[in-house]
């Protein structure tokens, strides 16, 4: 039997690391998306195929169009036919109030993680879909509790990304359903990974942990455990569903 191929976006670091380890070692054949830090994602690579895994890198910005869709073509050729998407590409900026923004910022952060996604789905749907095809799958967005929380006087722009990403996987939940895709999301609170760090405080998780009811900060392998219970079949009557992983906040 083929192995089923999942693409994680932004898959290089954090979150989106811990899911590539935890799907490979699940049986998934893993293509692991990257912007820049081809470091990092070479050595995740190398360090699922010592684990006994199948994993393989590839270099895209999901913003752009057209590098969308060379990524999936470049899937398509290396590793077959997808089976499952992951939405995991997301940026921030410097912490600031809104009105210390400019529109140059807001555009950058709607294009990772807004237009990203939704392309990302748009090619995922194109091979996945029964109506085109395909076998069905699955797709997850990693959103963000700050969907819910507004993230004042830090990140108002990218709680607003997203709050659209949200919409966008009920949305589309209900659009393909019919056609044998399941899409959900996960909203990570506090999480220690780096990307804190280009928000200008590394430590952020350390300091806001008090507010969170179990006074902690959550681990990348703690939504990794999400992600792949919905990518699962055992999640089979699950669509258009987020599922928050904050510590009760």
């Known amino acids: 039997m083929t192995a089923p191929v999942l693409l994680i976006t932004g898959g290089g670091r954090g979150i989106g690391a811990a899911t590539a380890r935890l799907a490979a070692a699940r049986g998934y054949t893993v293509a692991i998306n990257y912007r820049r830090d081809a470091t990092a994602a070479h050595a995740l690579v190398e360090r699922i195929r010592g684990e006994g895994g199948h994993a393989a890198a590839f270099a895209a910005d999901v913003g752009e169009e057209a590098e969308v869709e060379r990524l999936f073509a470049e899937i398509d050729h290396?590793?077959?036919?997808?089976?499952?998407?992951?939405?995991n590409a997301g940026v921030l900026e410097t912490q600031m109030r809104v009105e210390a923004m400019d529109a140059a910022r807001v555009r950058r952060i709607l294009a990772t993680?807004?237009?990203?996604?939704l392309l990302c789905c748009r090619e995922a749907i194109r091979r996945m879909s029964t109506r085109h095809g395909g076998q069905?799958?699955?797709i997850v967005n990693?959103?963000?509790?700050?969907?819910?929380?507004?993230s004042p006087g830090e990140y108002v722009d990218y709680a607003a990304s997203k709050g659209a990403l949200d919409t966008l996987t009920v949305g589309l939940a209900q659009e393909v359903a019919a056609d044998g895709i399941r899409v959900n999301g996960v909203r990570p609170g506090f999480i220690?990974?780096?990307?804190?760090?280009?928000?200008?405080?590394?430590?952020?998780?350390?300091?806001?942990?008090?507010?969170v009811p179990m006074k902690r900060g959550g681990q990348p392998e703690e939504v990794a455990h999400a992600i792949l219970w919905l990518l699962s079949e055992e999640a089979s009557y699950c669509s258009g569903s987020l599922i928050d992983l904050a510590g009760g906040r």
């Open 192 to 211: 220690y990974t780096d990307m804190h760090a280009s928000g200008g405080e590394p430590g952020r998780v350390d300091r806001v942990k008090a507010f």
């Open 78 to 87: 290396a590793l077959g036919p997808l089976t499952a998407l992951v939405n």
């Open 136 to 138: 069905g799958g699955a």
């Open 113 to 117: 993680n807004v237009v990203g996604p």
């Open 142 to 150: 990693v959103s963000s509790v700050a969907a819910r929380t507004g």
